[in-house]
């Protein structure tokens, strides 16, 4: 056992835990000057998770600690405070707007009246059995002039805000923490994963002109778009790696642990770009014997679904009202983006230009290549957004409401087990 200590204050370290359908990430890092230093990667497969919903807290929390305990003993420091992602259908986003009336002559805008504009937002959402992840201000409107990003030290009459609200169901809420405290751990906050995940892969100048990022993971394709510096949208399509390797051990007759090493190998989402004669060997399901199988036709199975997985997509984001405004296009990430010819279906079908997104090097130090993969998108956001949140509380233009502020603590099992002091 090794004596292990907590960091100085003067640079706290994080924890940030991703948890996935398919495996649990954890980082733990700091701020290093102007980069972010990992100090330590973990990554467990995911149990009792489905479709970014817990389904089973005991399996969850086996899952989290396994994660947690390999980054520790990478980094050897223990976190100062855990930031943990949420997604599944268990997460709702609304687009609220408030007016709030200053006198009738017009005044100067003070922090209150912002607070009380945005508090007054919620106003219009029934908030029974849910928990409010994020407010995100999208933008400030002074008596007419709209597109506002900081209204404070402004003249006007009528103060008006347009907000993004994200929630959690209740239960959804309880089983995360419970999972946590399960596994040794206290999570000082929820982040909603598409807004991490865009932390780490959209450039400020995309965001600004408008995207959609489209996260695909193992479970769902979590939709977020952005105009205008803010986020406009969110929502979740019930799709993502492991359908596609589903429908290929049903459709070449083998076990879904070979069907995931076809899907990863030979695995391609155009199946036009392959020749009619290319064939792979394939186990059958009794593992005995080899079978034949045009490469064609497994890349076929996927794009079926892929394409559907777009289909999807594209009437969500239609139905958003926003589709006119994505000048940047879209950019798809999570491990599913690693697909080859994905982001040309994604981009034939959703008609806008597609690119895959990793987590930026140039902004971490440490352990970096291993994380500049789409797969640690969500973990490597949910860092940054903690590394900003603490520094700067993230100012006004993404205020993130706090669940609990307990201050969180690393619990008595870890200090336990790696005999903190
Ligand atoms: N090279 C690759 N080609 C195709 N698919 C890949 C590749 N690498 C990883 N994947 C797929 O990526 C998926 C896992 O992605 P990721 O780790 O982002 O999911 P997750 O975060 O655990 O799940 P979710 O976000 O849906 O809850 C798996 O289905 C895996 O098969
Ligand atoms: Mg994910």
């Known amino acids: 056992m090794k004596n292990w200590r907590y960091s100085n204050s003067y640079s706290p370290v994080l924890g940030a835990v991703d948890i996935g359908t398919s495996k649990v990430c954890t980082l733990i890092g700091r701020k290093k000057n102007n980069t972010i230093e990992v ?22 929390a086996g899952a989290v600690r396994e994660s947690f305990s390999l980054a520790l003993e990478i980094a050897h420091v223990m976190p100062d405070l855990i930031y943990a992602g949420v997604a599944g259908d268990g997460v709702s986003s609304f687009n609220l707007e408030n007016e709030v009336f200053l006198n009738k002559g017009g005044r100067e805008i003070n922090s209150r009246d912002v607070d009380k504009a945005l508090e007054g937002s919620k106003a219009e959402v029934n908030l029974e059995g849910k928990k409010i992840l994020h407010l995100l201000p999208q933008e400030y409107i002074v008596d007419d002039q709209a597109g506002i990003a900081d209204p404070v030290g402004m ?52 965001e600004e002109m408008g995207i959609a990022l489209i996260d695909i993971g193992g479970g769902t394709a979590d939709i ?6 803010s986020i406009r949208y969110s929502g979740v399509v019930p799709l993502g790696g492991e359908n596609i390797t589903s429908d290929l051990a049903v459709g070449l007759r083998t076990s879904r642990d070979e069907a995931e090493r076809i ?11 392959i020749p009619d004669d290319e064939v792979i060997e394939v186990k059958d399901l009794g593992l005995s014997s080899l079978q034949t199988v045009k490469r064609k036709y497994a890349c076929e199975i996927i794009e079926a ?6 289909l999807l997509s594209r009437r969500m984001i239609k ?20 697909l080859e010819g994905i982001a040309e279906l994604g981009s034939s079908i959703l008609e806008l230009p597609v690119r895959v997104g990793s987590p930026e090097s140039k902004d971490h130090v ?5 994380v500049s993969h789409p797969m640690f998108s969500t973990a490597c956001g949910l860092l940054q957004f903690g590394l900003e949140d603490i ?31």
């Open 305 to 310: 679904r892929v394409k559907e997985l777009f």
């Open 224 to 229: 977020a778009i952005f105009y205008g510096g």
């Open 155 to 206: 003249i006007g009459s009528r103060l008006r805000v347009k907000t993004h609200l994200i929630t959690i169901e209740d239960s959804q809420f309880h089983n995360f923490s419970k999972s946590f405290q399960q596994a040794g751990l206290e999570v000082h906050r929820l982040i909603f994963q598409p807004l991490a995940s865009a932390l780490a892969v959209l450039h400020p100048m995309e």
């Open 319 to 338: 139905s958003s009202g926003f589709y006119p405004f994505l000048r940047g296009g879209a950019v798809l990430t999570g491990g599913s983006a690693l």
């Open 263 to 273: 899907k990863l190998h030979h695995g391609c989402a155009f199946s036009r770009h």
């Open 39 to 60: 100090l330590g990667v973990g990554l467990s497969s995911a149990r009792g998770i489905r479709r970014g919903k817990i389904i089973d807290i005991n399996k969850a």
């Open 391 to 421: 520094t700067e509380r993230r100012g006004k233009k993404s205020l993130v409401l706090e669940l609990e502020d307990r201050g969180s603590k690393i619990i008595d099992w870890f200090k336990d087990f790696f005999m903190l002091e």
């Open 366 to 370: 440490g352990m970096i290549q291993t």
